[in-house]
Every structure is written in structure tokens, then in C-alpha cells.
């Protein structure tokens, strides 16, 4: 292939579209580990829950609709798996979330697998967002643009959530010192339940989003999901906006990875990451972390 500035402008904007998917399910993850510091590992698995629901659903409520809704129905699902089970765990030992978490990934993909079988599906785009769009020389997938549209939209509208509204001080207040929120007398079981629902629903629209680009089959949140905890590591726990910086470097590196060397596309995220820690064991923005300063 030759390598022409179109070429390097068309990986440049794949690279932030790979990114979106890695900031939204990263920041679903962050905000769950800071609040409950439960490593969800299940992640990927409601992922792509996201993506069978609005497979299901986006025949009667159409794209849109299947985009609303299928968040919701998997947020409401995370949210009960919260209440009546990881609930029970928070009190010992934090390895027992990180199990259960890890078998409820197993669990999801196979029962995926028994009701909706092991091949894959197409998920066609919306009519409305099919083709391209031209900017001068330059020609790009209108849906493509779409889903950077939408990441940025829930990306300002989580910030706006955790800054701007009282339930989001209490979050972020019980990321930094859940004691004294419990001291000044406000319950943080529901505020947990809320958190765990939010970072699902994330989740879930990163599957959404991805499904017409990439299809419908049980695995998809496996490489997605790890993609995201490398993303998470990289920005730093603790940072909103180094998932997201994070996310877009990440996207990058495996989009030009891609176009210059396909065979260390998967492999370019796990250095960038080695090599982050060697220098900044916290991450990009990660708040101090006591054991390693």
C-alpha cells in the first residue's frame, strides 16, 4: 500500500474511533474500581450483552431506540447481580470480587453461546448513517463519524454527571474518603448499586456502538475487555480524563500499528503500557499511590 497523507488521515480518525471503545469501557471500569474497588472482570461480558439486546431489540425499536434501551436493560441487570450477590462480597477478601467477576465473565459468554448460538451476526448500520461523507479529498464513513459523536457525548455527559450533580460529589467524594461520607450520615449501599449500574451501561453502549462495524458473536468482549484494564492502567486509577487520553493513545498506537507492522498491532497497547509503568507506575494522571512513593 502506499502511503499517502489521505492513507495516514483515514488511520488517523480509525484510531480515535478504536480509541472511543476503549475510553467508554474504560471509564466504566474506573469509576467502578474507584468507588466499590471491585475489578470487574466481567466487563467485557456486558459488553457484549450491549450488543446481543440491541441486536434483539433494534428491529421493533429501531437503531435508536436499540441504542437507548440496551444500556438501560444491561444496567438494570448489572445492577441486580450488584444488590444480590457482589453486594455480599465487599466486606472480605477483595480476591473474592475479582473471582466472581471472573467466573461471571465465563458464564455470560456461555450462556450467549446456548441461546443465541456460537456464529456470529451482522448488525446492519441505520440506513441514515450508511456511506460516506467527503471532506475536500478526503472520504470517511458516516457511521464511523457517528460513533466518535456519540463517545464524546457520553464521554462530556459522565463528567458533567460526576461534577455537576449531587450524586456525582458523593461519588467522587466516596472514591477519595468513603468513611467520611459515611460519617456525615449518607448511605453508600445505593450509591454503589448506582456506580456499578453507570460503569455497566458504559459498557454496554461501547457494544452497541461497535456492532455494526464489527458483528454480533459471544467472544467479542474478550479482547475488548482486556484492551480496556490496559487502558485503565495506562491513564491511571483514580483520573477521569486519563482513560480518556489514555484511550485515544491506545487507538492510535494499534491503528498506525496496523499500517506500518499489522503483525504487532495487538501487541503495541501491552508495551505502551510496559513502558508507561516502567516510568510512571501510576499511570498518566493516577493519584498518588502510596506503596510506590
Not at 474507584?34 to 433494534?58: C, D, E, Q, S
Not at 440506513?127 to 462530556?156: D, E, M, P
Not at 492502567?233 to 480518556?244: A, D
Request: charged share 10%.
Amino acid at each position: 500500500m502506499t502511503i499517502t497523507p489521505l492513507v495516514l488521515l483515514e488511520h488517523l480518525a480509525n484510531g480515535v474511533v478504536v480509541g472511543t471503545y476503549y475510553v467508554i469501557l474504560a471509564l466504566g471500569l474506573s469509576i467502578i474500581f474507584g468507588m466499590i474497588g471491585v475489578i470487574n472482570l466481567a466487563h467485557g461480558a456486558f459488553f457484549a450483552l450491549g450488543a446481543y439486546a440491541a441486536l434483539a431489540l433494534k428491529d421493533a425499536a429501531g437503531f435508536g431506540g436499540a441504542l437507548a434501551l440496551s444500556p438501560i436493560l444491561v444496567a438494570v441487570l448489572g445492577m441486580a447481580i450488584e444488590v444480590t450477590i457482589l453486594r455480599r462480597l465487599y466486606k472480605g477478601d477483595p480476591l473474592l470480587g475479582l473471582l466472581f467477576t471472573f467466573g461471571l465473565a465465563m458464564v455470560t459468554e456461555q450462556v450467549i453461546r446456548i441461546v443465541a448460538g456460537a456464529g456470529g451476526y451482522p448488525f446492519d448500520a441505520p440506513a441514515a448513517l450508511r456511506g460516506s461523507v467527503q471532506l475536500g479529498g478526503f472520504v470517511y464513513s458516516r457511521y464511523r463519524l457517528f460513533t466518535i459523536l456519540c463517545a464524546a457525548l457520553a464521554i462530556v455527559g459522565l463528567w458533567l454527571f460526576l461534577e455537576k450533580t449531587r450524586v456525582g460529589t458523593i461519588i467522587r467524594a466516596g472514591t477519595r474518603d468513603p468513611e467520611m461520607v459515611r460519617l456525615l450520615g449518607i448511605s453508600l449501599r445505593p450509591v454503589f448499586t448506582a456506580v456499578f449500574g453507570i460503569g455497566i451501561a458504559l459498557a454496554a453502549i461501547a457494544g452497541v456502538l461497535s456492532a455494526p462495524l464489527a458483528g454480533v458473536e459471544p467472544a467479542m468482549g474478550t479482547k475488548v475487555g482486556t484492551a480496556a484494564f490496559v487502558v485503565v492502567v495506562i491513564g491511571g486509577l483514580g483520573s477521569f480524563w486519563g482513560p480518556v487520553i489514555a484511550g485515544i493513545l491506545v487507538g492510535e498506537l494499534v491503528s498506525f500499528s496496523i499500517l506500518f507492522w499489522p503483525p504487532a498491532a495487538e501487541a503495541s497497547m501491552y508495551l505502551l503500557m510496559a513502558v508507561v509503568l516502567l516510568v510512571r507506575p501510576r499511570g498518566l494522571l493516577g493519584e498518588r499511590w502510596e506503596k510506590f512513593e
